[in-house]
């Protein structure tokens, strides 16, 4: 099944035709998805897409039919891939945003055993089994599914699904375990508050930040209207930002860019980075980024 032919009006069971919206926001949680589709033909091409040493945008608008990918032993599944590790590029993981009709999913959905995995939910329901038993997946379900892990992945319901899919090779650490599976919802969780910011600034944090065994954390990060990160930030961190709700203006680097829901955002190390969200809503990401292990190093000289 081509992808790359947007004149074949059977490619995708979603597939949508020219000037279609290029997503919206579901009632559940307020998370933005795509829904594909092609531009008008009298569309003007210039965008904010941008692609630099230090970060990228990939704007909501070119995650179009056009550019959606198919992988082995998934039916009924199409994605966009968000970031790829690549010289110059994303370094420690892959982000894929996939779209899964009724009825498809897979039951060998993962070919990598060195490869943990973050699932989010952003639109319908989704079947989770793991070693054997079945979990649900709402809208703003959450999974972390550790490397080698059991599970199969499905769409039951009758209607489209969405999900985010991190994936990163686990660095193993002798002395520490690999981290547990962890099976929640964004809405079961009480987001954390920045000191001396009150309600302005928040972080929804799925896994215990104290716990060593992981080596990448996966959060939500709200600003209220107003809310701003206050300084330049320039950190080891490695970050995919897919933006769920609302718009702001984005310190990147040397730049301020204007985001908005849908748009997806990746940072390289040590990339300055500032936020500033005028409203009128609120403002939140999920937010990807490496932590808690040692820096590769090289080999020595001489």
């Known amino acids: 099944m081509s992808t790359d032919r947007p004149d074949r009006p059977h490619a995708h069971p979603h597939a949508y035709p020219h000037g279609a919206a290029p997503g919206r926001t579901t009632e559940h949680g307020a998370y933005y998805t795509p829904t594909g589709g092609m531009p008008g033909w009298n569309d003007l091409v ?14 909501r608008g070119c995650l179009r039919d ?42 060998r959905p993962e070919t990598d055993p060195d490869a943990e995995t973050v699932l989010f939910v952003v639109d319908g329901t989704l079947e ?4 054997g038993t079945s979990h649900p997946l709402p809208t703003g379900g959450y999974a972390y599914l550790p ?32 981290p547990d599976p962890v099976i929640t919802e964004e809405s079961a969780i009480t987001p954390g508050r920045m000191p001396e910011w009150g ?5 929804t944090r799925f896994v215990d930040p104290d716990d060593l065994r992981h080596d990448m ?3 939500i990060v709200s600003f209220e209207p107003g809310g701003l990160i206050p300084f330049a930030e320039t950190h080891v961190m490695e970050h995919g930002l897919y933006i769920l709700e609302g ?6 680097n040397d730049d301020w860019v204007e985001v908005q829901e849908g748009d997806f955002l990746w940072l390289r190390a040590f990339c300055p980075q500032a936020c500033y969200a005028a409203g009128p809503g609120r403002f939140r990401y999920l937010l990807y980024k490496d932590v808690n ?10």
């Open 46 to 59: 210039t965008d904010r897409a941008v692609v630099t040493t230090s970060y990228a945008v990939i704007p």
């Open 66 to 107: 056009i550019v959606t990918s198919l992988l082995p032993f998934w039916t009924g599944t199409r994605l966009w891939v968000l970031a790829r590790p690549q010289t110059g590029f994303a370094e420690t993981f892959s982000q894929y945003l996939v779209e899964v009709a009724a009825g498809g999913g897979s039951d």
């Open 128 to 131: 989770l089994t793991l070693d």
């Open 147 to 178: 490397p080698a892990a059991d599970w199969t992945l499905h769409n039951r319901g009758g209607a489209t699904a969405r999900f985010h899919w991190i994936r990163k090779n686990y660095q193993r650490v002798d002395g520490l375990d690999a």
């Open 199 to 203: 309600e302005r600034w928040s972080t």
């Open 217 to 219: 954390h996966v959060n």
């Open 247 to 252: 718009r702001a203006v984005y310190r990147l």
């Open 293 to 302: 292990r040692h820096m590769p190093l090289g080999r020595p000289f001489g």
